[in-house]
């Protein structure tokens, strides 16, 4: 079927044709020839036309024809140029005969000067649309690569994005049982609330495995539990505050983000009685910060370039979901992350 596109185009065309012959008429002949003759002239162009686009369509749409050109842009080549040139010439010697016919021209016979004139226009008409509709159909072609190409890249982006997510869940699980091992010897209380803890933490991870993002709200509500089990191994030593002045429940942000963060202050820093490890959780245009004193206990805070998994694997999702970077500023006695905030409009 011809799109609209194709119609428009090939209507103008038969628009300038026609233009052009009412114009010679009217400078050789009459108003009232050059009017009849061009609402003659513009449906018999046009239906000219689309013949010549249907008839290349079906012709290429050939299979033993398709089988015939196959890969080759050569074969192709020879193969329009035949075509165009028989077409050209079975058509013009219709027309010929047709004005032989009608207009009773039989003094120069039907191979003379109006034959060729007939021939070479239509050779050009036929030329100029085969190769016009080569090139659209490039065009086409260029398009639906560029759009498979864009789908393969979102296709590659969420399949990176839950590779990531599959690299913070080891991390963090590892952790958790090393901590619940140093708890089983001293406190079996301690270790039965560890693992209900540990667990609401994994039921939440579980419930959020498929998402990009989740709310602010959940996030901060799973640190907690995150934080309680920290509690249970350095008591008082660890404190921890969320300084939050503004509405949360807008706020969506990439799971477990929070917690990674948290867990790094942890075991990088060192935490007593004597020196507490204070982890500050505030939120300001639109960015979450998460600070903790500085106290480490490795060289982690002195790479520039390496943050280990768990902070890669955050600035690596951003990258996928917005086109805000995470922020990381250390003045020697805080270490500050600021990590950007989706900001959208949903009901709780």
Known sequence: MLKNGRIYIYLSLSSIFVLYNFIFEMVFSNYEEAVMESLVLLPMVFGFLILVYWSRKKILGISKVAKFIGQSQWNKNIFIITLISIKSTVIALLSRVISVLLLEDVDNGL??????????????????????????????????????????????????????????????????????????????????????????????????????????????????????????????????????????????????????????????????????????????????????????????YGESDSFGIGLSSIKNQLKLITDRSLEILNDGKEFRVAVPLIKTDFDD
């Open 111 to 300: 191979f003379d000067w109006l034959l060729l004139t007939i021939f070479i226009s239509i050779l050009s008409v036929m030329i100029f649309i085969y190769f016009f509709e080569d090139y659209l159909s490039s065009i086409k072609k260029n398009h639906q690569l560029a759009l498979e190409l864009s789908e393969y890249k979102l296709e590659k982006s969420y399949a990176k994005y839950h590779s990531l997510k599959k690299q913070l869940n080891p991390h963090f699980l590892f952790n958790s049982f090393n901590s619940l091992i140093s708890l089983i010897p001293t406190s079996q209380h301690k270790a039965e609330k560890f693992v209900v803890e540990l667990s609401n933490i994994y039921r939440y991870n579980l419930s959020q495995s498929d998402e990009v993002v989740v709310k602010l709200s959940d996030e901060l509500n799973m640190n907690k539990s995150y934080i309680h089990l920290q509690k249970f191994r350095f008591g008082k030593a660890l404190i921890y505050e969320e300084i939050l002045k503004e509405d949360i429940s807008k706020y969506l942000i990439p799971p477990m983000t929070i917690q990674i963060l948290v867990e790094n202050a942890i075991k990088h820093n060192s935490v007593s009685k004597n020196a507490p490890l204070a982890i500050y959780i505030e939120i300001s245009d639109n960015t979450i910060f998460v600070s903790n004193n500085l106290q480490p206990k490795s060289n982690f």
